[in-house]
Nanobody, 123 residues
């Protein structure tokens, strides 16, 4: 089981940037599909981005071109660089992991989740 700890959330003005980090506890981190998800108040949790074991990335349409997911296998850390933040990006952000096969942005596949970090975008 992977233990995940997110950090880097906070309050930022619209148009600003934040970088989220997710530290993982397992030395096999590099063999996991890693994802970022978010949940805004009153809304269902949604997928934001994922990165495969080989470094292939994919994004939700709403964040494509503004967010970048990356990882540092040596540091067992996943990142989410968020630029041009919008009010609609306000949410609790979670990182998640699984090593069960196909890597895609499907919540049910991810069995390990962090506690979340809050991102608030103000006008």
């Amino acid at each position: 089981q992977v233990q995940l700890v997110e950090s880097g959330g906070g309050s930022v003005q619209a148009g600003g940037s934040l970088r989220l980090s997710c530290a993982a506890s397992t030395y096999t981190y590099s063999s996991y599909c890693m994802g970022w998800f978010r949940q805004a108040p009153g809304k269902e949790r949604e997928g934001v981005a994922y990165i495969t074991t080989h470094g292939t990335t994919a994004y939700a349409t709403s964040v494509k071109g503004r967010f970048t997911v990356s990882k540092d296998n040596a540091k067992n850390t996943l990142y989410l660089q968020m630029n041009s933040l919008k009010l609609d990006d306000t949410a609790m952000y979670y990182c998640a992991a699984h090593n069960k096969g196909v890597c895609q942005l499907r919540q049910g596949d991810f069995n390990d989740w962090g506690q979340g970090t809050q991102v608030t975008v103000a006008s």
